[in-house]
């Protein structure tokens, strides 16, 4: 009789504190869902060939987050060691695959400074809003305008990514949708700038 009242109370006490933490326990520690910014990103982490943007000029490649969640840092490649800096903007795509005036921003842009170094760079802070892995999105690098040096950024022509140029874009003032002239680069590459998710 002892024995059936202690397992009665223990299970009582287990379901009890379960619901009270509304957290899963597995193998002793806490499970706890999200995204991990060390692992999960959208955009690409090539660095096998290069080339410059124009000032002004945007690069944007289509990319399956791989987490959904929030937006981090960005972090791009800088291939040499001008003082020149870039915005880093996502857009959601409308689903054609082509960045149009139906492609919308996502939450803000954020600048980051070669800062006469190359290597990889990450913005001093992070992007607003959401992604899902249910829908593509443009991770966009826009070079600056104001004549301190072009951008160069990195990309591998293997992969699964579309890259789309635009040589008159709007660093100072990025507009909300894709809208303007765009032009088809590669349609399989991976691109040298990313944006973590948390």
């Given amino acids: 009789m002892k024995t059936l009242l202690l397992t009665i109370c223990l299970v009582f006490s287990i379901v009890a504190n379960g619901l009270c933490d509304c957290t899963v326990m597995v193998a002793g520690k806490k499970a706890v869902a999200g995204c991990n910014p060390a692992s999960d990103y959208i955009g690409g982490k090539s660095t096998s060939a290069n080339f410059n943007l124009l000032n002004d000029g945007a690069v944007c490649h289509l990319n399956t987050p791989t987490c959904s969640?929030?937006?981090?840092?960005?972090i791009v490649y800088h291939y040499d060691t001008n003082n020149d800096v870039v915005k880093t903007c996502v857009y959601l795509d409308d689903g054609d695959g082509v960045p149009d005036e139906s492609d919308t921003q996502v939450g803000n842009c954020v600048a980051i400074s070669g800062s006469g170094a190359s290597g990889w760079i990450t913005g001093g802070t992070k992007l607003t809003g959401s992604v899902s892995t249910a829908n593509k999105y443009w991770v966009c690098v826009i070079s600056d305008d104001i004549g301190t040096g072009t951008w160069t950024t990195t990309f591998s022509s293997s992969g699964?990514?579309?890259?789309?140029?635009?040589?008159?874009?709007s660093y100072s003032s990025p507009p909300s949708t894709l809208s303007g002239t765009w032009s088809l680069d590669d349609s399989g590459a991976t691109s040298g700038n990313y944006v973590r998710i948390e």
């Fill in 69 to 74: 969640g929030s937006l981090e840092y960005p």
């Fill in 160 to 169: 699964t990514e579309k890259r789309y140029t635009n040589t008159s874009f």
